[in-house]
């Protein structure tokens, strides 16, 4: 039967008009909501789907990239986005629509917050695909009534229960998502009000105006069908993002009127009218081009960090700070070579090309940012940084990283306002903002006086809609000097706000995640006309009192060999929209290593040298972990190094956190075999390990695995294992029946040919490493394949025989150097050959 609701009002525009008003004209602070609340993602037409293969997708039958998708270049880089983007809000749309619930019940969570806990099944385990239910989502509650029905079957009578509806419903907003214990938390004043009018206050029940309330353990003699519906918004910030991104990259493009530029797309820039640009005079598809600009010396910031070439390394490159980092100055003194040559190329120097800092779990990315923060704000008095993480607890984790250094008014924590307080720790809410009992900016003045802004990458969309844009403060700079000084002939140049964006596990995100806090940093080709610390003479070499514009800079860090984005759309993901900035910019030619590496030298380290076994104490680990690596440093540069001077990335490669052993499989799968050992863990005595020395084991089995919720979590009872160690990391790979695999990819579940998922999972254990899984469904995936041959290799593989070929591939230098003693003759030619295949390979 129909049911009738009352919907929920709109999630107001953050900030308020009122907000904005403080300091901006009316008329811009009208745009500045227009824009807010475009829902232009939304009214575009969906793009044709691509054609579907029936196989599922595997690293030895790749699928191609739809033809219908616009090519990722600067001209068609709004067009290319749309298309991703459209694909991935109707798969989760569609996805939400499948997540029903049948005659549940509800908690009270707190009840002056209107708040109410359900139990949703899908939330829990792997949730990053199918069944996902995120905070803004809506929730739809249809009121149902149980019936007792008396049917005859046959000779007997029994009786059933059914529901049926009573034509009431509500409408609700999540407001947190409890992974692990299956819960969601949800905003309703309806059912608050339903509940506090029609429910029968119980012996305990206290009143407050002569109304009941009610709490968590109130039974609510309530059941409902749920159903639920997308919060559309975080895609269609994404997508502003990427429009204010592409009509930089094509009104600053050298050739605007290009054939492969829609007139449309043109036109959909800003609708202000910039003070930089004197005299504009329309071109013939309706941009305004400024006719006394010189657009070859002008500088496109936002093509050279998303679309970074070799020449534009020479295009602006400055020094701010020639002393270098004297011992004394360095805050954390623990940093190795790399990290420190990673902090002074980025806070000794300007350039319009992004650094880039990689490495996997171990190797103090986090803590080579903090320091290159720190040492920042020390050499350049006038910065200002946006730093930013795509998710809210790593922000969270740079915040509690920085605050022994920075006091609450040289750092602020920004957080959304619909973020509830118990998601932020207490330790860092010092650094936030609070009014009217929720997270806020505070007053622009004081928010502009801060040296280091904390926020992720989607709530920095919030400061789009404050004009906190370095394009928009630029702007409006320029618009005061002019009307305040309408006759005066020397320029002044305007400076950026933003300084650096620096965003941390930058692999995380989608590119038009990152998008949102980029457009708040970039600038306007017409706004660096003196980026150069060489333009102060005019067209006839008169010397002009002028001052170069400061290029802001981009700081890029992650692991793009660890988990990337989530995405829903199986069309999306064959599009790449998966494959984050950081990742697609490190295979553009500029980033590409130049290693200096020959055979030869890699043979005489690895093979003419005998290098000690893991178990021999007669020395320690650390010293053989330093001679292994000392010995191949003259010619072989792990960290990725280029001969060019101006190298714009580092490759962290010292992992301070695992196991030797633990590190060889995911070094020769995942990280061109460069990962060098430097933990100083202790020893983990477990008698299930073939050697203490080698504490890696794969236990397989043959079981069938099983579910209880309708495949939203799967188990395998036969991977149920009592090895409770701590400092161990214990996987269990679940699937046993193939036929389950092409639903698994389709949903995004499991480790089976997901190459990163595998890496993130055999590289967080620091001292022993135990698999459990049936290893002959594994070896169907490559990557799994060559753990199990190293497993088999070194006898830390128990469980049913497998036909398993030893092939050679993917065998690490470190297992090469380090356990060459412990294998037969035929293994050991086998790493002799491996080895040298590799190095054939990598040249």
């Not at 779990?361 to 290159?372: A, D, I, Y």
């Not at 006091?407 to 920004?414: A, G, I, K, V």
Request: a neutral charge; one cysteine or more.
């Amino acid at each position: 039967m129909p049911h009738r609701l009352t919907p929920l009002p709109p999630i107001p525009i953050f900030p308020a008009m009122a907000y904005l008003q403080y300091y901006l004209p009316q008329k811009r602070a009208d745009e500045a909501h227009k824009k807010a609340m475009s829902l232009a993602l939304l009214s575009m037409p969906a793009p044709p789907p691509p054609p579907r293969l029936g196989a599922v997708s595997t690293p030895t039958t790749p699928i191609s990239k739809p033809e219908q998708l616009p090519p990722l270049i600067p001209q068609t880089y709004h067009a290319h986005f749309v298309h991703l983007l459209r694909w991935e809000l109707d798969a989760q749309a569609v996805q939400k629509e499948n997540i029903i619930l049948w005659k549940v019940g509800v908690r009270v969570l707190d009840w002056d917050e209107g708040t109410f806990a359900l139990y949703v099944p899908s939330v829990r385990g792997d949730t990053e695909f199918g069944g996902r239910v995120g905070v803004g989502d809506l929730v739809h509650l249809r009121e149902v009534v149980e019936v007792k029905e008396i049917r005859r079957d046959g000779r007997e009578e029994r009786e059933y229960i059914t529901g049926q509806g009573t034509g009431t419903a509500f409408e609700g907003r999540v407001t947190v998502v409890r992974k692990r214990e299956g819960f969601i938390h949800l905003f309703s004043p309806t059912l608050k009000q339903h509940v506090q009018t029609y429910t029968p206050p119980g012996p305990n029940t206290t009143f407050a105006g002569g109304w009941p309330i009610f709490t968590s353990n109130d039974d609510l003699p309530y059941f409902f069908n749920v159903s639920f519906m997308l919060n559309a918004k975080p895609l269609c910030v994404m997508e502003q993002a990427v429009s204010r991104i592409a009509s930089s990259l094509v009104l600053s493009s050298p050739n605007p009127s290009s054939k492969n530029v829609s007139p449309t797309r043109l036109l959909s820039g800003p609708s202000y009218q910039s003070p930089f640009a004197k005299k504009p005079s329309p071109s013939p598809d309706g941009v305004a081009i400024n006719s006394t600009e010189k657009p070859e010396s002008a500088l496109n910031l936002a093509l050279q960090w998303l679309f970074p070439e070799e020449s534009h390394l020479q295009s602006y490159t400055k020094s701010v700070h020639t002393d270098g980092i004297k011992p004394t100055e360095w805050f954390d003194h623990g940093l190795n070579e790399e990290q420190r040559t990673a902090v002074k190329s980025i806070a000794l120097s300007h350039s319009a090309v992004p650094y880039l800092i990689s490495g996997p779990p171990g190797t103090g990315k986090t803590r080579t940012v903090v320091e290159t923060v720190l040492q920042i704000l020390r050499v350049q008095p006038e910065a200002c940084i946006l730093l930013c993480a795509p998710s809210n607890p790593a922000t969270d984790t740079l915040v509690q990283r920085l605050r022994t250094h920075l006091n609450p008014t040289e750092m602020f924590r920004f957080n959304d306002q619909n973020r509830t307080f118990a998601e932020v720790p207490d330790e860092i809410r010092q650094y936030t903002y609070v009014d009217n009992d929720r997270y806020a900016l505070p007053p622009w003045k004081t928010f502009l006086k801060y040296r280091v802004v904390v926020t992720s990458c989607l709530d920095s969309g919030n400061l789009a809609v404050a004009q906190f844009t370095n394009v928009a403060l630029m702007d409006m700079e320029a618009e005061a000097l002019s009307a305040f000084h309408p006759h005066r002939e020397a320029s002044v140049t305007v400076q950026p706000h933003w300084t650096h964006l620096i965003i941390d596990e930058a692999a995380q995100g989608s590119e038009p995640e990152l998008l949102i806090p980029i457009s708040v940093v970039t600038t306007h080709s017409h706004q660096q006309q003196h980026f150069s610390s060489n333009s102060n003479t005019d067209d006839n070499n008169n010397n002009i009192n002028t001052t170069a514009t400061t290029v802001p800079q981009l700081v890029l860090c992650g692991d793009p060999n660890q988990l990337g984005p989530m995405i829903c759309s199986e069309e999306a993901r064959i599009g790449e929209l998966d494959v984050s900035l950081l990742e697609r910019l490190f295979e553009r030619p500029l980033y590409i290593p130049k290693r200096r590496l020959t055979i030869s030298s890699i043979f005489d380290a690895s093979y003419q040298q005998q290098f000690p076994k893991l178990n021999q104490h007669s020395q320690s680990q650390t010293q053989l972990q330093h001679n292994i690596f000392s010995s191949t440093n003259s010619s072989y540069m792990p960290n990725g190094s280029v001969t060019s001077t101006n190298k714009r990335f580092t490759n962290l490669v010292k992992n301070y956190r695992s196991h030797p052993v633990i590190l060889m499989p995911p070094s020769a799968m995942f990280y061109n075999d460069t990962l060098q050992p430097c933990a100083k863990n202790g020893t983990v005595i477990w008698s299930g390990l073939s050697a203490p020395h080698l504490p890696v084991k794969f236990i397989g089995h043959n079981h069938p695995e099983a579910t209880n919720d309708e495949r939203a979590t799967w188990y395998n009872k036969g991977e149920i294992r009592k090895v409770v160690e701590s400092r161990v990391i214990i996987i269990s790979c679940v699937r046993s029946n193939p036929r389950f695999l092409e639903e698994d990819a389709k949903r995004g579940l499991g480790i089976f040919h997901e190459r990163k998922r595998m890496n993130v999972a055999i590289t967080r254990a620091r001292e022993v490493l135990v698999v459990v899984g049936n290893g002959a469904l594994l070896q169907r995936d490559s990557y799994w394949k060559s753990f199990l041959q190293f497993c088999v290799r070194n006898k830390l593989y128990v469980g049913p025989d497998l036909e398993l070929e030893s092939d050679g591939n993917y065998i690490s230098k470190l297992e090469s150097q380090l356990l060459n003693s412990d294998l037969d003759p035929e293994d050991l030619g086998l790493l002799t050959a491996g080895g040298v295949a590799r190095e054939v390979l990598r040249d």
